[in-house]
């Protein structure tokens, strides 16, 4: 069952609680126009980006990219030195653009849930591998390099 417990479908899980708001409890709420539709859109692919980069650096660097693996290097290069966390930023941005997208209002208030959730259940523990793993050059980075932006 471990492989359920993984960010893209917690991500999934969220995206269609959003939907699902739109779709059956909008309760007359509506941020619909021309500018939020290109907000989201622009959300939604900066997530992509984001998430791209992130995969392309690990790769780069030969090292895992599931959560619940400890890596064998440190990536702090590329989309990496400006953020401990790219992949699930890209999460949060592609969450709060398709939020937009749907115009599901209520469901704005989802993007800081599935932050918190994201932080607990995956980043710490991810931060406590880390590092246990590279001690002070893990140390080094998390005082330069900030965990979402």
Same mark, same amino acid.
């Given at each position: 069952?471990?492989? =359920?417990?993984?960010?893209?479908?917690?991500?999934?899980?969220? =995206?269609?609680?959003?939907?699902?708001?739109?779709?059956?409890?909008?309760?007359?709420?509506?941020?619909?126009?021309?500018?939020?539709?290109?907000?989201?859109?622009?959300?939604?692919?900066?997530?992509?980006?984001?998430?791209?980069?992130?995969?392309?650096?690990?790769?780069?660097?030969?090292?895992?990219? $599931?959560?619940?693996?400890?890596?064998?290097?440190?990536?702090?290069?590329? =989309?990496?030195?400006?953020?401990?966390?790219?992949?699930?930023?890209?999460?949060?941005? =592609?969450?709060?653009?398709? $939020?937009?997208?749907?115009?599901? *209002?209520?469901?704005?208030?989802? *993007?800081?849930?599935?932050?918190? $959730?994201?932080?607990?259940?995956?980043?710490?523990?991810?931060?406590?591998?880390?590092?246990?793993?590279?001690?002070?050059?893990?140390?080094?980075?998390?005082?330069?390099?900030?965990?979402? $932006?």
């Amino acid at each position: 069952m471990k492989w =359920i417990d993984m960010p893209p479908v917690w991500l999934a899980g969220f =995206i269609t609680l959003a939907w699902l708001q739109a779709r059956h409890l909008p309760l007359g709420l509506s941020l619909d126009g021309a500018v939020t539709d290109l907000l989201g859109g622009v959300l939604v692919g900066g997530g992509v980006l984001a998430i791209l980069l992130a995969a392309v650096e690990l790769r780069r660097h030969r090292t895992t990219i $599931v959560p619940h693996q400890t890596p064998d290097r440190l990536v702090q290069s590329g =989309i990496y030195k400006r953020s401990r966390n790219p992949i699930y930023l890209g999460d949060a941005l =592609i969450l709060a653009g398709l $939020v937009l997208r749907f115009d599901a *209002v209520l469901s704005l208030a989802l *993007v800081p849930v599935f932050v918190w $959730v994201i932080e607990r259940r995956f980043i710490l523990p991810e931060e406590d591998r880390l590092r246990r793993t590279f001690r002070a050059d893990f140390a080094r980075y998390e005082r330069k390099t900030r965990r979402w $932006v």
